[in-house]
């Protein structure tokens, strides 16, 4: 009750002492845009490093106030024909004058700078020919979901920047044949940040397509940052797909406003909750969400996009970016369900978690592993989103959750492993456990969270099976039973590897900065305190937006059972912390195919031939390899998107 008398005073506070939440809204979307420019100019280490962790701390504080002072509360602005409009029309030129230098001046790509010109000149055409005949009622919404979203952003992508200090650092002095660019990086980086405020509160699609627009690009730069043929090349394919999902976008805003006369999303889902005719507007849309979330065949950008330094994966490629697609499909999931485009949603979502998770397998690059379990989990999110109902939506939005937090943390103990170890062959990490020990219990952390019991993530595939038999999908539910399944290879693999014990080993964790251990050890905890604490994240977090959203509200996993996987992770979280401490440890000799020759890591073979132990996994190269995979999957999400678009224009061709 405290809490809840002081947050209404706060926020009496803000609405009429003259402060305002709209400046605060502008505050977060402009201080890591302010801080971005300063980047720009800064060369220096120390200034540098001081600027990111001032700016980073306080881009963190803003969120949490924000999301403190607006939980349980719809907040809706209208900005209508101002300046900001215009504003945003000069943002999109300025986002095509960027892609046009670097496809038209610096690397000659004519054909994607066509496509940028096709979607510009249309949207500019209709910011014309509309120009007074739009509805702006409702340009900025802010309800439970978009608050998650700013935490997810502001949070995670606050702690990333500092990590990125030292690890970005220690990867100039790895890689001399780079050139320093570490003051565009983060230019780029606090530049994503600030796109990403703006995306999540805008409800006006306009305004929400400027900043999807400036994420493609900020994605494209941090791809190319080493400036290798690879790099460049990835970053293209990177660009020019998020740049088709853009045309979809522009094309479905063309004819919503022409149309209904308006842009807002939340009146597409009132109108296709009132049986009106936009299943072509919510099938543009969804097409766009699935390029910018790497939806199968869409896929390849992010896969190439490892080539990247690690937090770009972490923040652009895991936690954030990419959760941008899902956002907004997840805000159209009322709309979707029993309708063409939610079924081209489901089976592409479908069909990306199945094979997506299965192409993980024969995989050793850490990265790359990591990679194929965030498409996976994606399309997963996808799937539930087009199933339509309120279970689904529960769960697509707690996977968005615990996937956000988990996977930013494996990303970056992969990459600092990677810069200590020289590699992030997942074979290379024999005696890790003993090696690194600290961060082999981040990696542990990050995949418990990830597959197993009773970490957030499974419990979210418990209620995906509940909302796949509830909405009658049977196709689906076998796809969300197999592609779990094949989970368990990948993370129980990689989990083996790191906690084998190996004499011998010489500690290398001194290289790591304290940035560094800081973010680490905040995303671990951070696992474990949202595990912990599922049911309150679920009751006040996600539950007061359904129950707006869909009118009404009941639980999708009884209260008594999430609060029992609450306690077990508590007890797994202390006991082992607890268990054993302070006492003796035996140390006993290995047992080998052959003679120790006391060292427990050579031993002598047949012939009379040293031995070193090697532990090595087995990959079903044969079985799930990564062209059969993606070729499946490629081929059967492309004809689900012909065929349901096909249909979808073949009825609006009849009317």
Same mark, same amino acid.
């Given at each position: ?195 990403? *405020? ?203 959750? *615990? ?253």
């Amino acid at each position: 009750m405290f809490i809840y008398k002081l947050q209404l005073n706060i926020y009496s506070i803000l609405l009429y002492k003259g402060v305002g939440m709209m400046w605060i809204l502008g505050l977060l979307v402009f201080l890591p845009l302010l801080t971005a420019g300063l980047l720009f100019f800064i060369q220096g280490d120390r200034l540098r490093d001081a600027v990111v962790k001032m700016s980073a701390a306080a881009i963190a504080m803003l969120s949490l106030f924000v999301a403190f002072t607006c939980f349980g509360n719809k907040v809706v602005f209208r900005l209508g024909d101002s300046f900001l409009a215009q504003g945003a029309i000069l943002v999109d030129i300025l986002v095509a004058l960027a892609v046009f230098y670097y496809t038209c001046v610096r690397f000659h790509r004519y054909w994607i700078a066509l496509l940028e010109a096709i979607q510009l000149g249309a949207v500019l055409w209709f910011e014309y020919v509309s120009h007074g005949t739009l509805d702006y009622y409702a340009d900025i919404v802010i309800d439970n979901f978009t608050l998650i979203m700013i935490l997810i952003a502001g949070v995670i992508g606050s702690l990333i920047a500092v990590f990125s200090l030292g690890y970005m650092e220690a990867f100039q002095k790895e890689h001399r044949d780079v050139r320093d660019r570490r003051n565009f990086f983060f230019f780029v980086l606090f530049l994503f940040l600030s796109a990403m *405020f703006g995306l999540v509160v805008s409800n006006n699609l306009l305004y929400m397509y400027t900043f999807w627009e400036i994420t493609s690009v900020c994605s494209f730069l941090l791809i190319g940052y080493t400036e290798s043929r690879v790099a460049v090349n990835n970053s293209f394919k990177a660009l020019w797909m998020n740049l088709l999902g853009g045309a979809a976008f522009a094309a479905a805003i063309i004819v919503m406003g022409l149309t209904y006369h308006s842009t807002a999303l939340s009146h597409l889902v009132g109108l296709a909750l009132a049986g009106m005719p936009v299943t072509v507007i919510l099938a543009l849309l969804l097409l766009c969400g699935f390029t910018k979330s790497a939806m199968m065949p869409f896929s390849g950008w992010l896969l190439g996009a490892m080539v990247a330094p690690t937090p770009t994966s972490a923040l652009l490629h895991s936690s954030t970016m990419v959760k941008a697609g899902v956002f907004l499909i997840i805000k159209l999931c009322p709309a979707l369900g029993n309708n063409h485009a939610g079924t081209m949603a489901m089976f592409v979502g479908g069909i990306t978690f199945f094979f997506a998770s299965c192409a993980a397998i024969s995989q050793s690059d850490g990265k790359k592993v990591l990679a194929y379990s965030t498409i996976s989990n994606l399309g997963l999110i996808v799937c539930c989103a087009g199933i339509g109902s309120y279970e689904a939506a529960w769960t697509a939005i707690m996977i968005v959750i *615990f996937h956000a937090v988990a996977k930013s943390l494996l990303f970056l103990s992969v990459g600092t492993a990677e810069q200590q170890l020289g590699s992030r062959d997942i074979e290379r990490f024999d005696g890790l456990f003993n090696a690194m020990p600290h961060l082999c219990l981040c990696m542990v952390i990050g995949i418990s969270g990830m597959f197993l019991a009773p970490f957030g993530m499974l419990i979210s595939k418990w209620a995906a099976m509940k909302a796949f038999i509830d909405a009658g999908h049977p196709m689906l539910l076998l796809l969300l039973v197999f592609g779990s399944a094949t989970t368990i290879f990948y993370w129980a693999k990689w989990l083996g590897k790191i906690l084998s014990v190996m004499n011998g080993q010489e500690r290398r964790e001194q290289g790591i900065t304290k940035g560094e251990w800081f973010t680490l050890k905040t995303l671990s905890w951070m696992t474990i305190i949202v595990c912990i604490l599922f049911p309150l994240i679920s009751n006040y977090g996600v539950l007061p937006y359904l129950r707006i959203t869909y009118g009404f509200t009941r639980d999708v996993i009884a209260q008594s059972n999430l609060i029992i996987m609450s306690l077990m992770v508590v007890l797994l979280v202390i006991l082992p912390s607890r268990y054993g401490k302070g006492q003796p440890k035996r140390k006993v000799g290995a047992l080998l195919a052959g003679v120790n020759m006391g060292d427990d890591r050579n031993y002598h073979g047949a012939g009379d031939n040293i031995i070193p132990v090697e532990l090595r996994n087995w990959y079903m190269e044969e079985w799930f390899g990564e062209r059969k995979m993606k070729l499946s999957g490629f081929a059967l999400c492309m004809a689900c998107i012909f065929i349901q678009f096909a249909i979808i224009l073949g009825g609006v061709y009849r009317g």
